[in-house]
């Protein structure tokens, strides 16, 4: 709901308004309260009433009336939000309109009423209709009567509008009409004059909008400016126009100032009226009064001479066809010979008029002094009958009349007729006589009194005496500052400098009320605001008040204790090997003193499983000094395989300072130690036993390889083949025979080969966690651990044997739980000792028996005899057909014979 200025009727936007409360049709009347008003932008708030006549609708129309407070008019930039009761009784009734002023395809009339002039438009394009609804708003711009004329249609359909109101009228009036064939509107205007006014500093906006764009132009409700003309172009693809706005200022001609009297004589305490009035076509801006001095009287901003100087607000007196009459008081109440002068009312024109009060009394009202000298006070009055001059002040509360004493004398001087004057003078000053004095004029018809004030003369403080340094510390410097304050010359506060910096220090309010004239004081200050331990400082201090400071004192030099530094910056840790970490580091921000060493500390932890007796054998944490002030150190003898968590702490005068922030590394994954070292045989023992199950099986406990050089990824058991009378004992090392996975050669070449040297096949190879529980292999039969295509066949006859495993690490820890998902790598390794016969050094055997009995090898050479014996005499009893089994085949005796095999095969 808007609009603002003196409310004459509010409008409802176009859209109607629903009302959430239904109406009944038996009620007489009911009221529905919204919110009404103005505010900085001249729409209304606060609370009105609409008042349904007696209809069953839910939806506001035209045909509703509005109810609200007489509120007499909405000042522009005001924030009005009155409490405005719900009461008929209180309102007055007004039509509701639509915010628009016309439809679309619909005709424009509007006129301003009298006095006023556009000064905003607003307009919504519909591209459906090819057509705008428009508001034209006004304002009042003069406060007299104008004359008008309205021009005819200034252009046709689709051509440009280029209009301008002739010299000093202002537009108050649009007219016009839609075409739907040339989707189109013809223009025409109203331009008005008052009499007495003009237009200056005219200006043409930009384009007010873009196509189909809306518009929405002011140029404020407040100011003189005003519309005198517009430019408009169309577009036929847009069916539409783009707007320019020429606007103006519009002032009316000089005012005529006057006032009631040129001359008023007065005598002093009685009052003066001064009335000033302006005659002209408009309100003055501001009706103003200055006095004799200059000064301008009252108002805001304004100085006052006084308090008895009273003004009224600006009254309009009347109207008639070409002018208005404004007029303002000056009020002088009590008037006092300072009043006397020439005074002046300003209006656009000045106006001057002339006061002279008869005085009785003058007094100069205020003295400066300065403590221990004296001081002559003076009371002036201008008499016409016998008088007398007595001083006062306010002693505990009570008036006591001063008389003349050791310190202070009274005496009176008479200058011509009516000239009174009386003195009172303080030997010597100190700050018992200050505060206001009165000086009381008795006549045979009135008493009169001023007052005379006696103030410090203030002046900015001497320099201090001296300062001196106490026992500084790492973050802070003790300040002893000795200085004179002086009553004339207070100390209110320090201003200490050191370096660049500088900061102030009050004086405790309970010693600055017991500071007396000439009081040499002390005082300390702990000063911590940027201070850093061992930096050297220079201070220097100011006594200040708030009139300035004084010279510095001294230059006294400062060094601060040093303190534990800042952690060191930027470290960073990389792996070369297995057992080494780099480390680099920058100094710390904040060195506090002058560094001496670096301590490294260092934490490992390993990140696979391992068990609690291998982790209490490893050093995985501990610490080291550097050796001076270095930015680079070798971390060394480390575990591989883990990871360590590395700081570096500064070590300065003051001792530890704060360590770095961690890093995390970890050293390069190793084999397991090789032999004996790196695998643990069951049970402690330092070998392990081999036993045959028969002359091509074998069954052998395997040592657990030790995880401490890095996790274990997997494993291989391998058979190695010796020639005839080869002593396992003169074996190189399993690495140093085989060393890669190259040197290995497969299980069937394995069973044909006759050569001189020592050779090996893998048997199996598993993931480590495919580790037999029980450490124990067979080798020469299926369903052992294997997770890789190796053949663990039967061991070839006649053939000495040795047997080691190979154990894998796994390079990178952080793929443990993807080991399965990864390609395994053969490049590093570590194998255990060899597993035989120790009897074999002395006796080679075509069949070894590890850990067995000479007991046991008869027995086992008799079984196989048994065994042939029998396999005869099934041979000699089954004559037709001889099974001869050899993998998968099968063959008959017949078949044998027919393809010239050997007659008696060998099992």
């Not at 764009?213 to 693809?237: C, K, L, M, Q, W």
């Not at 506090?592 to 291998?614: H, P, R």
């Not at 028969?694 to 997997?714: C, F, K, M, T, Y």
Request: with cysteine; aromatic share 10%; proline share 5%.
């Amino acid at each position: 709901i808007e609009p603002c200025g003196r409310i004459h009727e509010l409008s409802l936007f176009h859209a109607k308004l629903t009302v959430t409360r239904h109406f009944q049709a038996s009620d007489q009347e009911q009221r529905f309260c919204l919110p009404v008003g103005c505010d900085g932008d001249h729409r209304m708030k606060g609370q009105a009433v609409l008042v349904h006549d007696n209809k069953t609708t839910t939806e506001f129309s035209e045909n509703y009336d509005l109810l609200y407070a007489d509120i007499d008019s909405c000042e522009a930039g005001t924030n009005f939000n009155a409490e405005i009761p719900c009461d008929p009784s209180l309102s007055q009734k007004h039509k509701v309109v639509r915010r628009w002023q016309n439809g679309y395809d619909e005709a424009l009339d509007v006129d301003c009423p009298d006095r006023q002039a556009f000064y905003r438009v607003r307009s919504e394009h519909h591209d459906g209709a090819e057509d705008r609804i428009w508001q034209w708003d006004c304002k009042e711009v003069t406060e007299i009567s104008r004359s008008c004329y309205t021009t005819g249609y200034i252009n046709s359909f689709d051509e440009l509008i280029l209009f301008q109101c002739d010299t000093d009228y202002v537009m108050a009036g649009v007219h016009s009409y839609h075409d739907n064939g040339a989707e189109d509107r013809r223009w025409k205007f109203t331009c008005c004059r008052a009499e007495g006014y003009y237009t200056k500093n005219c200006q043409l906006s930009d384009y007010l909008n873009d196509w189909d764009a809306a518009i929405d132009y002011s140029v404020g409700s407040t100011s003189s400016r005003v519309f005198v003309g517009a430019f408009s172009e169309h577009s036929n693809p847009y069916e539409d126009r783009r707007w320019k706005i020429m606007s103006c200022e519009y002032v009316s001609d000089i005012f005529e100032v006057s006032t009631t009297q040129d001359k008023y004589v007065v005598g002093e305490g009685n009052s003066v009226v001064v009335k000033c009035t302006t005659v002209g076509g408009r309100a003055p801006s501001d009706i103003k009064f200055f006095s004799p001095s200059g000064l301008l009287l009252n108002g805001a901003g304004s100085e006052e001479v006084n308090q008895h100087i009273m003004l009224s607000s600006i009254t309009k007196e009347s109207t008639s066809s070409s002018n208005v009459t404004y007029s303002r008081t000056l009020t002088l109440s009590g008037a006092l010979v300072g009043d006397s002068g020439t005074y002046t009312c300003e209006a656009e024109e000045n106006a001057s008029f002339d006061v002279t009060v008869e005085a009785i009394l003058s007094i100069n009202v205020t003295l400066e002094v300065i403590i221990q000298q004296p001081v002559k006070m003076t009371c002036l009055a201008t008499v016409f009958t016998p008088s007398t001059i007595t001083w006062w002040r306010e002693v505990d509360g009570e008036m006591i009349q001063i008389v003349s004493d050791s310190g202070t004398d009274i005496y009176q001087e008479k200058f011509g007729q009516n000239l009174l004057w009386s003195f009172l003078e303080i030997e010597k000053m100190d700050s018992t006589h200050i505060g206001t004095y009165n000086c009381k004029v008795a006549t045979t018809s009135n008493n009169f009194q001023a007052d005379v004030t006696l103030a410090l003369i203030k002046e900015s403080p001497e320099t201090p005496v001296k300062i001196t340094e106490t026992s500084p510390d790492s973050r802070w410097v003790a300040l002893e500052v000795t200085a004179v304050s002086d009553e004339n010359k207070p100390i209110e506060f320090f201003t200490i400098y050191y370096n660049e910096f500088s900061i102030d220090f009050n004086i405790p309010q309970d010693l600055a009320q017991g500071l007396l004239h000439g009081n040499l004081f002390s005082i300390t200050y702990n000063i911590s605001s940027n201070i850093l331990p061992n930096t050297n400082y220079v201070f220097t201090v100011s006594s200040c008040n708030d009139l300035g400071c004084s010279e510095t004192k001294d230059i006294v030099p400062v060094t601060t204790l040093p303190s534990s530094s800042s952690p060191p910056q930027k470290l960073t840790v990389s792996n070369t090997d297995t057992t080494s970490l780099w480390l680099t580091w920058m100094e710390p921000e904040m060195l506090n003193g002058n560094i001496s060493f670096y301590k490294v500390k260092y934490v490992g932890t390993k990140l696979y499983n391992i068990s609690e007796a291998l982790l209490s054998s490893l050093s995985l944490e501990g610490d080291r000094d550097t050796t001076g002030p270095t930015f680079f150190f070798i971390l060394t003898e480390l575990v591989p395989g883990t990871q360590y968590t590395v700081t570096v702490t500064a070590f300065n005068e003051a001792g530890k300072g704060m360590p770095s922030s961690p890093v995390v590394e970890s050293t390069l994954v190793d084999s397991p130690p090789s032999g004996e070292e790196g695998f643990l045989f069951p049970n402690g023992s330092e070998t392990t036993e081999l036993v045959m199950i028969s002359d091509q099986r074998a069954e052998i406990v395997l040592p657990r390889p030790l995880n401490i050089n890095g996790a274990l990824s997997h494993h291989q058991v391998v058979v190695v083949l010796l020639p005839e009378d080869f002593s396992p004992a003169s074996l190189l090392p399993a690495d140093a025979l085989f060393p890669n996975i190259d040197t290995f050669m497969t299980y069937a070449d394995s069973k044909t080969y006759k050569g001189p040297n020592p050779v090996a096949y893998i048997t199996a190879e598993f993931d480590d966690k495919l580790f037999p529980s029980d450490s124990v292999f067979t080798v020469g039969v299926d369903g052992q651990p294997n997770d890789r295509q190796y053949e663990n066949g039967p061991l070839p006859r006649g053939t000495t044997f040795a047997f080691f495993l190979r154990a894998y690490p796994l390079i990178d820890i952080s793929e443990i739980d993807k080991v399965h998902e990864k390609e395994r790598q053969y490049s590093l390794f570590s194998s255990s000792d060899f597993v035989y016969d120790n009897a074999l050094e002395s006796e080679p055997k075509t069949v070894i028996i590890i850990g067995g009995s000479a007991g046991a090898a008869g027995f086992a050479v008799i079984l196989i005899v048994v065994f042939i014996i029998a396999l005869v005499a099934v041979i000699k009893f089954r004559k037709k057909k001889v099974i001869i089994e050899r993998g998968h085949i099968q063959m008959s005796k017949s078949e044998l014979e027919s393809k010239d095999q050997v007659a008696n095969p060998v099992y």
